[in-house]
C-alpha cells in the first residue's frame, strides 16, 4: 500500500509491518518516533497523520492507505533546522532526546491552531507526551520561545 511520508510517496507492506510505528521504523528506517510502552501512554512515538497527532504504535498501517504522515524527519529541509529544534536546543529541553520527536510535533501542531498559547495551554496540549528526564519547564519555555518569536508561526522553518 502507498502513503505520503514527510511528502514523499512510499509504499509499505501493512503484513509486514501491522502498526505505522513499524512500518516507519523498520520498513522506512526512519528513526524519529520511537518504541516505548507500545500503548498510546508516553508518545514517544507521535507522529502526525493528515495534520492530527496520532500514537503510531496504536495505528494500524492498513488504515492508513492514501494518508499523509509527517515524522520529525520531517519537521524542517534538510541541513537546517526548524525553529522548535533550535529552541529545544537553545533553552536544553532535549535532555535525552528520547521524547524529543514526539514533543516537537505536538508543539508544531498546538502553534499551528494557537499561535499565541498561555503556559496552561502549552500544558494541556503536550500532555500526551511524556518527558523521562522531566525537562517540562525547559520544553515550556522553548514553545514559549516560538511562539513569542514568531507569532506561533511554527508550521515552517525561519
Known amino acids: 500500500m502507498r502513503l505520503s511520508v514527510n511528502g514523499s510517496p512510499r509504499d509499505v507492506d501493512p503484513t509486514r509491518a501491522p502498526t505505522l510505528l513499524a512500518a516507519l521504523r523498520d520498513e522506512l528506517g526512519l528513526i524519529g518516533p520511537k518504541l516505548s510502552c507500545?500503548?498510546?501512554?508516553?508518545?514517544?512515538?507521535?507522529?502526525?497523520?493528515?495534520?492530527?497527532?496520532?500514537?503510531?504504535?496504536?495505528?494500524?498501517t492498513a488504515a492508513c492507505e492514501g494518508a499523509h504522515v509527517q515524522t520529525v524527519e520531517?519537521?524542517?529541509?534538510?541541513?537546517?533546522?526548524?525553529?522548535?529544534?533550535?529552541?529545544?536546543?537553545?533553552?536544553?529541553a532535549a535532555q535525552c532526546g528520547f521524547c524529543t520527536p514526539g514533543q516537537l510535533l505536538a508543539?508544531?501542531?498546538?502553534?499551528?491552531?494557537?499561535?499565541?498559547?498561555?503556559?496552561?495551554?502549552?500544558?494541556?496540549?503536550?500532555s500526551g507526551n511524556l518527558c523521562r528526564c522531566g525537562t517540562y519547564p525547559k520544553i515550556i519555555a522553548a514553545i514559549r520561545a516560538v511562539a513569542d518569536a514568531s507569532g506561533g508561526a511554527a508550521g515552517a522553518p525561519a
Open 38 to 60: 507500545d500503548h498510546g501512554e508516553c508518545g514517544a512515538c507521535t507522529v502526525r497523520l493528515d495534520g492530527e497527532l496520532v500514537y503510531a504504535c496504536l495505528t494500524l
Open 107 to 126: 508543539a508544531q501542531a498546538l502553534l499551528e491552531r494557537n499561535p499565541h498559547p498561555t503556559d496552561d495551554e502549552i500544558r494541556v496540549a503536550m
Open 74 to 92: 520531517g519537521l524542517s529541509p534538510a541541513g537546517t533546522l526548524h525553529p522548535l529544534q533550535q529552541a529545544f536546543i537553545t533553552h536544553d
